[in-house]
């Protein structure tokens, strides 16, 4: 399977309120974010089979931008495990039940998502491998319970390549 983990795009400042956090949506950087990473995602024909993400409203949006920039159309998933009080048990039980499944997104948060990342690439240490900033997408190939990262994309990578492109094809020339 190739498991991919998003953590949500930018969603401004943390409410102290949990129930108004839990509503906290995307900000305007974050939408534009997702849908770069979900044309970037669509021009490496990358494709979903499943896209599951945490009950919260910003990780909720986060999935559909980027789904449905990648052409995915069926209902979005939505799974506790992968909520901010989510737990490692809660996460081997949501990938048991995609076990059989090729391409599956996964989006959540910190600090739960880069700990899964983590227990993943190296199950017997405690130290972090990979920070996961948001708006980041780590690729992972899982086969037999072992997992190998094949890529991380940070958002900051994405806009610079962005950046690079909408500039202007032509050289400047000196006018002496």
């Known amino acids: 399977m190739n498991l991919y983990l998003?953590?949500?795009g930018s969603a401004g400042q943390r409410k102290m309120n949990p129930?108004?956090?839990?509503?906290?949506?995307?900000d305007k950087e974050g939408?534009?974010?997702?849908i770069l990473l979900g044309r970037a995602l669509n021009s490496i024909k990358v494709q979903f089979d499943s896209v599951i993400s945490s009950p919260l409203k910003r990780a909720l949006q986060t999935a559909a931008?980027?789904?449905?920039?990648?052409?995915y159309e069926k209902k979005i998933q939505?799974?506790?495990?992968?909520?901010p009080d989510g737990t490692w048990n809660d996460f081997q039980r949501l990938?048991?039940?995609?076990a059989e499944q090729e391409e599956v997104l996964l989006v959540g948060h910190n600090p739960n998502l880069p700990v899964y990342?983590?227990?993943?690439?190296s199950p017997s240490t405690t130290s972090p491998i990979a920070r996961v900033r948001k708006g980041a997408i780590a690729a992972l190939t899982l086969q037999r319970g072992s997992a190998k990262l094949q890529w991380?994309?940070?958002p900051r990578l994405l806009r610079a390549i962005q950046s690079k492109d909408t500039k202007r094809s032509r050289a400047k020339t000196s006018r002496k």
Request: aromatic share 0%.
């Open 31 to 34: 939408k534009q974010h997702c």
């Open 6 to 8: 998003l953590r949500h």
């Open 95 to 98: 990938l048991d039940s995609v």
């Open 78 to 83: 939505l799974s506790q495990a992968l909520a």
């Open 152 to 154: 991380l994309l940070d």
């Open 19 to 26: 129930v108004l956090d839990h509503k906290r949506p995307l």
């Open 65 to 71: 931008l980027v789904g449905t920039e990648t052409g």
């Open 117 to 121: 990342l983590n227990r993943l690439l």
